[in-house]
């Protein structure tokens, strides 16, 4: 069983504060690593795919891979209301091209 | 580039009758496609993987038969849900994958059967 976790929600961030969300994963091998974001109503967006050791930052939003601790992590920095939603991590399997996905953390972005 | 369209976006049916749900890639061309379905507050879970000119494969726990899915070109894959009934309501969503394993979803179809 390939399982993906995530820190239990919801998480509530006051506007302009940093939004960490965190995500485990049970399978080695795994070789690349998603943050999507979802909406409620609407099907999830890529914000982020990361597949090295390290951090990738991408405007407000920055991923940190630590593939020896099985280990993912995205940051929102300046969190918007916007923000507002359901961040799913996913992770990859080399063989399959399937995605594994965890149950998702709901952020909600106080004005 | 890499948007993935879904039609219809919403649809209510009667039980016993069948929905076809139509799932493209506008801007790039789709080898594999994959099917997911999510039920209120709850994660996605993958239904079955498609693939242009093959049979899917589904997971375990889907019925093939009962979710009829067709990839007959390389931007096009279909879901039919056959002789629906009320406990297949739910959010349907396609994504299609972009070169490695990144997967784009399209908008999703929202599904009521009565």
């Known amino acids: 069983q390939k399982e993906v976790e995530q820190n239990s929600g919801p998480l509530s961030v006051p506007e302009g504060a940093i939004a960490s969300l965190n995500c485990t994963y049970s399978?080695?091998?795994?070789?690349?690593f998603f943050w999507y974001r979802q909406y409620s109503g609407k099907s999830p967006e890529l914000i982020m795919s990361?597949?090295?050791?390290g951090d990738k930052e991408d405007g407000r939003f920055t991923a940190q891979l630590n593939k020896a601790s099985q280990y993912v992590s995205l940051l929102i920095r300046d969190s918007q209301p916007s923000d507002s939603a359901t961040y799913l991590c996913?992770?990859?399997?080399?063989?399959?091209?399937?995605?594994?996905f965890g149950a998702g953390t709901t952020v909600t972005v106080r004005a | 580039g890499a948007v993935v369209s879904q039609h219809p976006s919403w649809v209510i049916c009667k039980s016993g009758t069948s929905v076809k749900i139509e799932c493209r890639s506008l801007?790039?061309?789709?080898?594999?496609m994959f099917w997911y379905r999510q039920f209120p507050k709850q994660s996605l879970m993958l239904m079955a993987t498609?693939?242009?000119?093959?049979?899917?494969?589904?997971e375990q726990g889907v019925e093939k038969d009962k979710f009829l899915i067709n990839h007959a070109s390389l931007t096009l894959s279909t879901l039919t849900v056959t002789s629906a009934h009320p406990e297949d309501s739910s959010f349907y969503i396609c994504?299609?994958?972009?070169?490695?394993?990144?997967?784009?979803f399209g908008p999703g179809t929202r599904l009521t059967v009565l």
């Open positions: 399978d080695r091998v795994s070789q690349s």
């Open positions: 996913a992770v990859g399997f080399s063989n399959d091209y399937k995605l594994s």
């Open positions: 801007d790039f061309q789709a080898t594999t």
């Open positions: 498609s693939n242009e000119g093959s049979k899917a494969t589904y």
């Open positions: 994504s299609a994958k972009l070169f490695t394993d990144t997967q784009y």
């Open positions: 990361i597949y090295s050791n």
